[in-house]
């Protein structure tokens, strides 16, 4: 089954933390975290609907500027998701800076944040450049479960850890069924391809009944041509599904019992997980000093969950005169022992 989106670190092993997800055929994308950004394509950027972040440490929140920058005259808005006292300090961002020509752009840039609080609750509000970014109050909203954000394509996970006496929170993105279209099929049917297999693929996923009609037009070398057919037949004959996959985003956590306890759960099965590896085993005082996950603890997270497959992030830059090896090899060896050992 070919994915349908591309999880990339944002920086690599030593630079700030942060995964972008491209959502491929929606020209959508979504980012977790957003410390140093630069080295993503303006043209990524654009795409970027919503921006997850995990706590408000600089190295995780400083490239706020740099989209807003980038996104200001774009007519769509971008929603940030955040902890507790976020959407202050969304507010805080914007206030610094002179607004008195931006009502002039042409498109009006919506910039939505919301909080999530340990009861559930989501603390919102807008900000328009119509409104020179004024601050609007939103309703709020209730999430059960950590369930932060459903749509069509996916559904959005947080767990609020501990980080020193703050809260980051991790992040699961967990796609909805994958629906493909076997395109061999649809050519030895003699249907076009088109917006009407998106169309298809909506109305399947919404569970409309199989013999709803569903009319196909398009154009040959001979004219126009219509058919008729069910839901059901359609979906039978063109339609491949597949389990959605689930990509995990762990970082800026204590190591600690409870911390890891939650983790696990969390991450659970996860297809892929970014997890931080901020200190190698040596250095295991320090990392609970500074509230930050080992390579063996990471490892350990994610073996219990029996992920399938996971890269490591966050490093230290007191290692890297060394390079990466070392967290490589501890982290493997503690999240599949029986390989590292063969
Ligand atoms: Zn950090
Ligand atoms: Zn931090």
Redesign the pocket.
Known sequence: MRSVYQAKLVNGVWGDPGVCIDLKYQRRAVLFDIGDVSALPVRMLLRVTDVFV??T?M??FAGFDHLLRVCLGRATGVRLHGPPGFVSQVEHKLLAYTWNLVQNYEADFVIEARELHADGHVHRAQFRSREQFRREPLVDLQTQGGLILEDEQFRLRAMPLE??DIV?LAFSFEETTHINVWKSRLEELGLPSGPWLTELKQRVRAQEPDDTPMRVHWRTREGSREQTFSLGELQRDLLEFGRGQKVCYV??VAGHARNRARLEEFVQGADLLFIETVFLDADQELAARK??LTTTQAGEIARAAGVKQAETFHFSARYREQGPEAHHREFRRAWRPDEAAA
Do not use: E
């Open positions: 995990s706590h440490h190295d995780h980080h020193h980051s970082t800026d509230a930050h």
